[in-house]
């Protein structure tokens, strides 16, 4: 099974969204909530070369935020990259 991993903040609604999108495929993440941790803020920063949340990783591939990952669900890419990991 793939290790997905998602930075986020509590009040972000795209993360909510991308969270909910996971759950709903029945798939299982790690959560690393930056809104009070300067650390996880550069942490992603640093993964991901972005600043804003949510930042999904696959198998310590960067996904990219909330739109590169809906994208890539709805154009089939998402379940290729989860098979081939």
Do not use: W
């Not at 300067?38 to 591939?61: C, G, Y």
């Amino acid at each position: 099974m793939s290790k997905i991993e998602i930075y986020s903040k509590g009040y972000c609604p795209y993360c909510k969204q991308a969270k909910a999108t996971l759950a709903s495929l029945g798939l299982q993440y790690q959560e690393y909530e930056v809104t009070n941790s300067k650390a996880l803020q550069l942490e992603m920063r640093e993964r991901s070369q972005r600043t804003t949340v949510p930042q999904i990783f696959i198998d310590n591939q960067h996904i990219g935020g909330a739109d590169d990952f809906h994208k890539a669900l709805r154009s089939g890419a998402l379940n290729k990259f989860l098979q081939q990991h």
